[in-house]
């Protein structure tokens, strides 16, 4: 039995000088850098690990042996109470049980949210909670590599200032420097709360929403569409590599499929890549107007439902303000696409936002759009110029 090979320890001057002494054993006789990058604890080792780990260092090397220290509070339950393994859920906390039920990336995604200054709270609600903002990040992911599947990437080109596809690089490059600060600083909280809206938000509301039409009824080559997936590829590779240290596992699988590498590759492990700190696009100035434009004429698609009746946004036209000729610089099918509309029409005069109805005007069967362009096409069908155009017919 273990008990016939065990022996006392006579090795052991002290548990807290041993402890107290690891940058030694660890750090400086490894050459691994000394002082420690960080040292990281509970509360209740203020007066404990980290204390007596500084004594002896400051007596041998005359400074800390940490840079910076880090402190956490406990977790309890949703009550306040101790989660002590004699309680009798305590088996469902055990962490072979949380990894089965939930998965080790839905887990790190919820440390990562945590307020940990304080004490934290802890429930099975609480984790299944954080499952559903994973997988909003998870799907984001998913639906960009699923409209890469007949994408070549071979390099990165800067997209005119006026496109869509500048804007949203832009606003990737600003969350990059966020999401990089959070980090070095450790926020991960704040870390994963921006790339959680970058996702639902500027991706999932915005960019990705406005840019289904041409990736599905553009024709497979064209120019806007190979421009839309030359950014989506770079979305990607960018938010895997922000998003390695909270979701290893998920990020790396999606970096694989990204680059079409096999789990054996070793040369395609997002984890070997560093940050994408900024893809340096710049955008037209009329893009802030545009933005502020189309968040007043989706309240006023919202009113039209009422007061015309146009359920489907491709019913609808509108006509924006652009008083100070800002909007006539951007496409106004990037326009129109932002707002989930058949086209938009830009008035100097106007003050707000105005909704026509196009329900009278041919549909393209396509498409659903009702661009104007609508006609019947060589083989008796209603198409677009562009839907026309996307099959080959005159």
């Given at each position: 039995s273990?008990?016939?090979?065990a022996?006392k320890?006579?090795d052991?001057?002290?548990?807290?000088?041993?402890?107290?002494a690891?940058?030694?054993?660890?750090l400086r006789?490894?050459?691994?850098?000394?002082?420690a990058?960080?040292?990281?604890?509970?509360?209740?080792?203020?007066?404990?690990?980290?204390?007596?780990?500084?004594?002896?260092?400051?007596?041998?090397?005359?400074?800390a042996?940490?840079?910076?220290?880090?402190?956490?509070?406990?977790?309890?339950?949703?009550?306040?109470?101790?989660?002590?393994?004699?309680?009798?859920d305590?088996?469902?906390?055990?962490?072979?049980?949380?990894?089965?039920?939930?998965?080790?990336d839905?887990?790190?995604?919820?440390?990562a949210?945590?307020?940990?200054?304080?004490?934290v709270?802890?429930?099975?609600?609480?984790?299944?909670l954080?499952?559903d903002s994973?997988?909003?990040?998870?799907?984001?992911?998913?639906?960009?590599?699923?409209?890469?599947?007949?994408?070549q990437?071979?390099?990165?080109?800067?997209?005119?200032?006026?496109?869509?596809?500048?804007?949203?690089?832009?606003e990737?490059?600003?969350?990059?420097?966020?999401?990089?600060?959070a980090?070095?600083d450790?926020?991960?909280?704040?870390?994963?709360?921006?790339?959680?809206?970058f996702?639902?938000?500027?991706?999932?509301?915005?960019?990705?929403?406005?840019?289904?039409?041409?990736?599905?009824?553009?024709?497979a080559?064209?120019p806007?569409?190979?421009?839309?997936?030359?950014?989506?590829w770079?979305?990607?590779?960018?938010?895997?590599?922000?998003?390695a240290?909270?979701?290893?596992h998920?990020?790396?699988?999606?970096?694989?499929s990204?680059?079409?590498a096999?789990?054996?590759?070793?040369?395609?492990?997002?984890?070997?890549?560093?940050?994408?700190?900024?893809f340096g696009v710049?955008?037209?100035?009329?893009?802030?107007?545009?933005?502020?434009?189309?968040a007043?004429?989706?309240?006023?698609?919202?009113?039209?439902?009422?007061?015309?009746?146009?359920?489907?946004?491709?019913?609808a036209?509108?006509?924006?303000?652009?008083?100070?000729?800002q909007?006539?610089?951007?496409?106004?099918?990037d326009?129109a696409?932002?707002?989930?509309?058949?086209?938009v029409g830009?008035?100097?005069?106007?003050?707000e936002?105005?909704?026509?109805?196009?329900?009278?005007?041919?549909r393209?069967?396509?498409s659903?759009?009702?661009d104007g362009?609508?006609?019947?096409?060589?083989?008796?069908?209603?198409?677009?110029?562009?839907?026309?155009?996307?099959?080959?017919?005159k």
């Amino acid at each position: 039995s273990w008990m016939e090979g065990a022996r006392k320890g006579n090795d052991i001057l002290d548990v807290w000088f041993e402890s107290g002494a690891s940058w030694n054993s660890v750090l400086r006789e490894r050459g691994l850098g000394y002082p420690a990058d960080l040292y990281l604890e509970g509360s209740d080792q203020h007066r404990g690990w980290f204390q007596l780990s500084m004594l002896p260092a400051l007596g041998v090397t005359g400074r800390a042996p940490f840079r910076t220290l880090l402190t956490h509070g406990f977790i309890n339950d949703k009550d306040g109470k101790k989660l002590s393994k004699s309680r009798p859920d305590a088996k469902q906390y055990e962490v072979d049980s949380l990894l089965a039920n939930y998965g080790s990336d839905v887990m790190r995604w919820w440390v990562a949210s945590l307020a940990y200054e304080n004490d934290v709270k802890a429930d099975l609600d609480f984790f299944t909670l954080s499952g559903d903002s994973y997988r909003k990040v998870r799907n984001t992911l998913r639906f960009m590599l699923s409209n890469l599947d007949d994408y070549q990437q071979s390099g990165f080109e800067t997209p005119a200032p006026t496109t869509v596809d500048a804007w949203v690089l832009a606003e990737f490059d600003l969350l990059s420097k966020q999401v990089i600060r959070a980090y070095s600083d450790y926020d991960f909280k704040g870390a994963s709360q921006r790339i959680y809206d970058f996702c639902n938000e500027t991706l999932s509301a915005v960019y990705l929403a406005a840019i289904k039409d041409r990736m599905y009824c553009d024709r497979a080559d064209s120019p806007r569409r190979r421009r839309t997936q030359a950014t989506l590829w770079s979305l990607t590779d960018g938010l895997c590599r922000l998003l390695a240290p909270i979701l290893p596992h998920t990020a790396d699988e999606a970096y694989r499929s990204l680059w079409k590498a096999g789990v054996d590759d070793v040369s395609r492990c997002v984890h070997t890549q560093e940050f994408t700190k900024g893809f340096g696009v710049t955008t037209h100035e009329a893009w802030a107007p545009a933005m502020r434009a189309c968040a007043e004429a989706t309240r006023s698609l919202e009113r039209a439902k009422a007061e015309l009746g146009v359920e489907n946004r491709l019913d609808a036209g509108v006509v924006l303000p652009d008083p100070d000729g800002q909007l006539c610089k951007l496409d106004l099918t990037d326009l129109a696409d932002l707002l989930g509309v058949s086209r938009v029409g830009l008035d100097p005069a106007a003050k707000e936002p105005r909704i026509t109805d196009l329900r009278a005007e041919p549909r393209c069967e396509r498409s659903w759009k009702r661009d104007g362009t609508v006609k019947v096409r060589s083989d008796g069908g209603l198409l677009s110029d562009r839907d026309a155009e996307a099959v080959g017919l005159k």
